[in-house]
Nanobody, 121 residues
């Protein structure tokens, strides 16, 4: 069964850093784009950063220069390095991957269970 498992969330003081990891497991043909989203209490889920299988990246404006996304295609993993965190960035961070289960199927969206990041002031 296809699974995305995140790790690395926790409590950090404002200005601090955290690293998130996400690994895909199960049976599939290929992973296309991977990314990180976040959802703060009472707010909609929003894109943080995405990365293609070729390594091209896209960041939300509010994290540019502070966050860095990377991936390891051999390990089917994506990472998010977060620096200079702000209290308003407290949220559940979700891993996302566009996965093709078979060569002849379209990509489907897979989501991790989320990992809580709490930034104290």
């Amino acid at each position: 069964q296809l699974q995305l498992v995140e790790s690395g969330g926790g409590l950090v003081q404002a200005g601090g850093s955290l690293s998130l990891s996400c690994a895909a497991s199960g049976s599939f043909f290929r992973i296309n784009d991977m990314g990180w989203y976040r959802q703060a209490p009472g707010k909609q889920r929003e894109l943080v950063a995405r990365i293609t299988s070729g390594g091209n990246t896209n960041y939300a404006d509010f994290v540019k220069g502070r966050f860095s996304i990377s991936r390891d295609n051999v390990k089917n993993s994506v990472y998010l390095q977060m620096n200079n965190l702000k209290p308003e960035e407290t949220a559940v961070y979700y891993c996302n991957a566009a996965i093709r289960k078979q060569p002849w199927t379209n990509s489907l969206d897979a989501w991790g269970q989320g990992t809580l990041v709490t930034v104290s002031s």
